[in-house]
């Protein structure tokens, strides 16, 4: 695609729901991360994937999350019961090389648990 | 792990100049900029790969210092479009810094 697309853009979940967030990276794209942002706050790393080999997930604040990529191609992140301090602005990005290399940020998806 | 940025807020009039500084407690063997406008995703400015290397783009600049494991941005004659909030980090995109947020006012 032309850009780094993340779906849904919004999500409302009520506490204790599993949500899966969707990233599609720029075609061609061998790295894939992960990231969290809290207004006001820059990007906090989650998880790195290089191909569909996940890289890197020592962000990732507990066992209730998860990520994949299974094709190297589009990657899921999936937060299972959710909390209410899980809501935040979920972003995606990718870059052609192996690290070391610009990345492309995706829109992001806003999370509300309730 | 994360980059420590200096100023925090920074408050411009065009054309005035500005410099950003990012400071690392690890090794940095490259560090990469980028720049967030209000709701909008970052986007990426520049990344310096060499100790002492600087770079470039439109009239803003940056370098690296490999051994003090810092950075600067300068930011010349600075634009409007110049607003938003700057994050340094290591190339490796993994982490950024605390960030500076940019406003420059006519």
């Known amino acids: 695609g032309a850009g780094v697309s993340q779906s849904p853009r919004y999500k409302v979940t009520k506490r204790g729901q599993d949500v899966a967030l969707r990233c599609d990276p720029i075609?061609?794209?061998?790295?894939l991360y992960w990231y969290r942002q809290a207004l006001g706050q820059g990007p906090e790393f989650l998880t790195y994937f290089n191909y569909e080999a996940q890289q890197d997930k020592s962000g990732l604040p507990n066992d209730r999350f998860s990520a994949e990529r299974p094709e190297g191609s589009i990657s899921t992140l999936t937060i299972q019961r959710t909390e209410q301090r899980d809501s935040a602005m979920y972003r995606c990005?990718?870059?052609?090389?192996?690290?070391?290399?610009?990345?492309?940020f995706g829109q992001g998806t806003r999370l509300t648990v309730v | 792990q994360q980059p420590v940025q200096s100023p925090q807020a920074v408050i411009l009039r065009e054309g005035e100049d500005a410099v950003i500084n990012c400071s690392s407690s690890?090794?940095?063997?490259?560090v990469h900029w980028y720049r967030q406008k209000h709701g909008e995703a970052p986007v990426f400015l520049m990344i310096l790969l060499k100790g002492g290397e600087q770079k470039g783009h439109d009239k803003i600049s940056a370098s690296f210092n490999e051994k003090k494991q810092q950075s600067s941005l300068y930011l010349t004659a600075s634009q409007l479009s110049y607003s938003g909030t700057y994050f340094c980090g290591p190339g490796d995109n993994l982490f950024f810094g605390t960030g500076t947020r940019l406003t420059v006012i006519p």
């Open positions: 990005a990718s870059s052609w090389g192996d690290r070391a290399t610009e990345a492309f």
């Open positions: 075609s061609g794209h061998v790295s």
């Open positions: 690890k090794a940095l063997y490259s």
